[in-house]
């Protein structure tokens, strides 16, 4: 069979059709709290109404439905032809910029977040599920604006491409070369040989959690708006709250099951696909969820001690506060229920250390992932005895299977490059004014779509402060780290254009 030579610029076009359609639908879901919550007055649009923002969401659905319906009729011979790796990459890096340019229309039509470069800047934050806000006063704007910036993050956490291909059948075409083109992590997983049923299930599961998570927060108090709000945040490892002072404004209770669904949502979603399917020792014996279990388990051992013996808080608090923050921050979910930076200086180190871990393959967490680190240091090991013994061929194993050597090539590739653009991040920022501290801080933030950083970009304080420059920087590492590099950075290759 011949290899295609061009570039199949229709599907393309179709394809992001499709899921500006998509987005304009969950625009909609968002207008009967606009409803509930606002005015009466459905024919007095005031844009200076904070509770007012039903017409911004109704306009902004047409606006990016009639987009979508254009791009894809437009094209419409075009899903018959055949879809490839390069179309892949296209789409994917294409359709996290496009689906983000209309997700800023409710803000900017509504004057939530009049100014262009802040709402580009929080829609791109709420898809990447990095959770960084501009925002002072959350919780002045009105309950449709704050239900669609919780869905950027529940659309983002589990992939617009995915969910496409979960709800459009007919993009089994080529689909997999989307798929491996979004998903994050060195292995892509699939729970069924047809990529779409893979995608299904993916999303089935991410639906189920997140219906779970909702029914025990209002159980604690919270109502529907907010128990759903916090639900998609959580289960996207996006850290978007409704309140000002993030998850420090609830109860114990609710803090603790947003603890607990953080954990799930940092797991590999195959596991979760095991466990549902009664396979509980496949999940135990796992060794990525092992070792995600055991630097959970320890650095919350570690704060919670120091927590204690410092004084800062009691015995239990200590405990809640040091798990709460690790899997925030581990698992890239970037709630907050207390200000890290006001802790002893010891334990920012560790703080800072897992902003380089991430959570699992295969979750909606971003950053390195828990794979990459142990293959990583297998790898390390393992060439000590290769160096006593040079003739022998000693593999990488992972749950007792060889790894190829191609993926561990890739893996030191990936921690390469991570370095490198995290460093170009720090130097950008600094070009752009900021200290060295909270150039650090902004840009591991944004490479790992953590949300709070260190220095002014700290869990007390939000994203203001950086310039626009500067926030143009932090939403290219926002994209970067959510698409893990590769899938962007081929698209400059001169290799990738040629025919």
Known sequence: MATKK???????????????????FFMLFCIPFSWYYGSTD??????????????????SAAITFISGIILYFGSRKAIREDIGKREGYIIVSIAWVVISLFGALPYILSGSIPNFTNAFFETISGFTTTGSTILNDIEALPKGILFWRAITHWIGGMGIIVLSLAILPFLGIGGMQ????????????KLHPRITQTAKLL?????????????????????????????FATMATGGFSTRNDSIASFSPYIQYVITFFMFLAGM???????????????????????????????????????????GTYGLEASFRNAIFTVLSIMGTSGFVTSDYMMWPGALWFIIFMLMFVGGSAGSTGGGIKVVRHMLLLKNSLLELKRLLHPQAVIPVRMNGRPVSQEIIFKVLAFFLMYIIVFAAGVFALSICGLDFETSVGASIS???????GIGKVGPAYNFTVIPDPGKWVLMILMILGRLEFFTVLILFSPAFWKR
């Open 6 to 24: 061009y570039i199949n610029i229709r599907a393309i076009l179709q394809i992001l059709g499709l899921l500006l359609i998509i987005e304009a």
């Open 42 to 59: 459905f024919f007095d649009w005031n844009i200076e109404d904070a509770n007012h923002d039903f017409w911004p969401l109704v306009i």
């Open 178 to 189: 989307m798929y491996i083109a979004e998903v994050p992590g060195p292995t892509h997983d």
């Open 203 to 231: 999303w089935g599961i991410y639906v189920l959690l997140t219906f779970i998570q909702t029914l025990l927060l209002m159980l604690g108090g919270m109502d529907l708006f907010e128990s759903l709000a916090h639900s």
């Open 268 to 310: 590999n979603f195959t596991l979760h696909y095991m466990a549902l399917h009664g396979r509980i020792r496949e999940v135990l014996r796992n060794e990525e969820f092992r070792y995600y279990f055991f630097l959970v388990i320890i650095s919350t051992l570690i704060i919670t001690i120091v927590l204690t013996i410092t």
């Open 446 to 452: 944004s490479i790992g779509n953590i949300g709070p």
